[in-house]
């Protein structure tokens, strides 16, 4: 996770500390003490069916989702481990009929519990709800403008109920923030979320780059060119620069897609040398939190995955282990290697000046699209004139 707004005007935000070091782990290194944000997939069920779903949602139920209390016992062994952060995600979390008593429990743990959902079943009771639990943030899909995001829920009238939802938290005094998934038939419409984020008064919107995993894996060519990905990065940045200046600063992050931190720090070079330095301090320090160290994946099952996105690499089972034992076990060699990717990547990765940096980028990527965990990441849009020592 990149903090574009972060980057360019060095403001305090909330989650400084995970990215740029805490009082526990200031500057932190990868390795297996890391204690990672953990996304925890709840449920299977969901009441859409997106284009771009990573987990392949849509079933009405499952026979092996971890009951109430056995995921009380995972939220436990979470905040035994030293966990900081728990991210209810699906399906949709919300068809989740414990889900209230899960995310208070988890605060009550001390986690800090954030939830990612598509909105349209927020109405002004659920967030009201919401809000006893003290929830900490509602992360809310919008992919484009009404017709557009409509066509990638495959469900009508979903963009007007994900933003009564929207509403309906702000109105209950929830953190609430925008998700938009970048792909060639929306990257166009970037003006309408920045639009969105003022008229709303939202204050944070997250750019994820696809990932071809899941349903993501059927719409892989319509991921971004390296041509388009940089223009939609200038877009971001002007963006994000424009709304500062109108005096209504918002939090604008971009996810999984490392280069983005780099990309930054090129553009500052040019355009706002003075600033390039503490860019580029503030990326070294975000560098360890990656899959398989700064974020990790519980299944509805109990699976423990690297990230959400790399389904198919389980690493074991909360219901025989706890999540702790499994994060710094030696019973995953593949969880090793991806500690020490530096060593393991391909081509271009292997020769690029700021593999430090970006570690490799995402190797989910690289795998569903070469075959080869250790293959470049296909997304990676900087030239090759940029990379080369």
Same mark, same amino acid.
């Given at each position: 996770?990149?903090?574009?707004?972060?980057?360019?005007? $060095?403001? +305090?935000?909330?989650?400084?500390?995970?990215?740029?070091?805490?009082?526990?782990?200031?500057?932190?290194?990868?390795?297996?003490?890391? *204690?990672?944000?953990?996304?925890?997939?709840?449920?299977?069920?969901?009441?859409? *069916?997106? +284009?771009?779903?990573?987990?392949?949602?849509?079933?009405?139920?499952?026979?092996?989702?971890?009951? %109430? $209390?056995?995921?009380?016992?995972?939220?436990?062994?979470?905040?035994?481990?030293?966990?900081?952060? &728990?991210?209810?995600?699906?399906?949709?979390?919300?068809?989740?009929?414990?889900?209230?008593?899960?995310?208070?429990?988890?605060?009550?743990?001390?986690?800090?519990?954030?939830?990612?959902?598509?909105?349209?079943?927020?109405?002004?009771?659920?967030?009201?709800?919401?809000?006893?639990? !003290?929830?900490?943030?509602?992360?809310?899909?919008?992919?484009?403008? !009404?017709?557009?995001?409509?066509?990638?829920?495959?469900?009508?009238?979903?963009?007007?109920?994900?933003?009564?939802?929207?509403?309906?938290?702000?109105?209950?005094?929830?953190?609430?923030?925008?998700?938009?998934?970048?792909?060639?038939?929306?990257?166009?419409?970037?003006?309408?979320?920045?639009?969105?984020?003022?008229?709303?008064?939202?204050?944070? &919107?997250?750019?994820?780059?696809?990932?071809?995993?899941?349903?993501?894996?059927? #719409?892989?060519?319509?991921?971004?060119?390296?041509?388009? %990905?940089?223009?939609?990065?200038?877009? &971001?940045?002007?963006?994000?620069?424009?709304?500062? !200046?109108?005096?209504?600063?918002?939090?604008?992050?971009?996810?999984?897609?490392?280069?983005?931190? #780099?990309?930054?720090?090129?553009?500052?070079?040019?355009?706002?040398?003075?600033?390039? $330095?503490?860019?580029? *301090?503030?990326?070294?320090?975000?560098?360890?939190?990656?899959?398989?160290?700064?974020?990790?994946?519980?299944?509805?099952?109990?699976?423990?995955?690297?990230?959400?996105?790399?389904?198919?690499?389980?690493?074991?089972?909360?219901?025989?282990?706890?999540?702790?034992?499994?994060?710094?076990?030696?019973?995953?060699?593949?969880?090793?290697?991806?500690? *020490?990717?530096?060593?393991?990547?391909?081509?271009?990765?292997?020769?690029?000046?700021?593999?430090?940096?970006?570690?490799?980028?995402?190797?989910?990527?690289?795998?569903?699209?070469?075959?080869?965990?250790?293959?470049?990441?296909?997304?990676?849009?900087?030239?090759?004139?940029?990379?080369?020592?």
């Amino acid at each position: 996770m990149i903090g574009i707004s972060k980057l360019l005007f $060095d403001k +305090v935000e909330p989650s400084d500390g995970l990215r740029y070091g805490s009082r526990e782990h200031p500057g932190a290194t990868p390795s297996a003490s890391y *204690r990672p944000v953990v996304v925890y997939n709840c449920t299977p069920r969901c009441n859409l *069916r997106c +284009v771009h779903c990573y987990a392949n949602t849509g079933c009405e139920d499952a026979s092996d989702v971890l009951g %109430t $209390d056995a995921a009380r016992r995972m939220i436990d062994s979470l905040a035994e481990f030293g966990c900081p952060v &728990i991210l209810f995600s699906g399906g949709e979390p919300l068809l989740r009929p414990d889900i209230f008593e899960l995310i208070a429990h988890a605060a009550a743990r001390g986690l800090r519990v954030t939830l990612s959902t598509n909105g349209t079943t927020i109405t002004r009771d659920i967030a009201r709800e919401l809000m006893k639990t !003290e929830l900490g943030y509602v992360g809310v899909s919008i992919d484009g403008a !009404e017709t557009t995001h409509d066509e990638f829920r495959r469900t009508a009238g979903s963009w007007q109920k994900a933003v009564a939802g929207i509403e309906n938290c702000r109105a209950e005094g929830l953190r609430t923030g925008l998700r938009f998934t970048l792909t060639r038939r929306n990257f166009g419409e970037l003006g309408e979320l920045f639009r969105l984020l003022e008229e709303l008064d939202i204050p944070r &919107i997250c750019f994820y780059h696809l990932v071809y995993t899941g349903l993501g894996a059927e #719409i892989m060519d319509e991921d971004l060119s390296a041509e388009e %990905t940089r223009r939609t990065m200038d877009t &971001i940045i002007e963006s994000t620069i424009a709304i500062h !200046e109108r005096g209504v600063p918002r939090e604008v992050l971009t996810v999984d897609n490392h280069a983005d931190g #780099i990309y930054v720090w090129l553009w500052a070079k040019k355009h706002r040398p003075d600033g390039a $330095d503490r860019i580029l *301090r503030l990326i070294r320090a975000n560098r360890a939190k990656s899959t398989g160290e700064g974020i990790a994946c519980v299944s509805w099952n109990g699976d423990v995955f690297p990230d959400q996105f790399w389904r198919n690499k389980v690493l074991g089972n909360v219901r025989e282990r706890s999540f702790g034992e499994i994060w710094t076990g030696s019973g995953s060699g593949f969880l090793a290697d991806l500690r *020490r990717r530096e060593e393991l990547v391909k081509g271009r990765c292997s020769r690029c000046r700021y593999l430090d940096l970006c570690r490799g980028g995402f190797r989910s990527r690289a795998e569903a699209r070469f075959g080869d965990v250790w293959a470049e990441d296909p997304a990676c849009y900087l030239t090759d004139e940029e990379i080369v020592p």
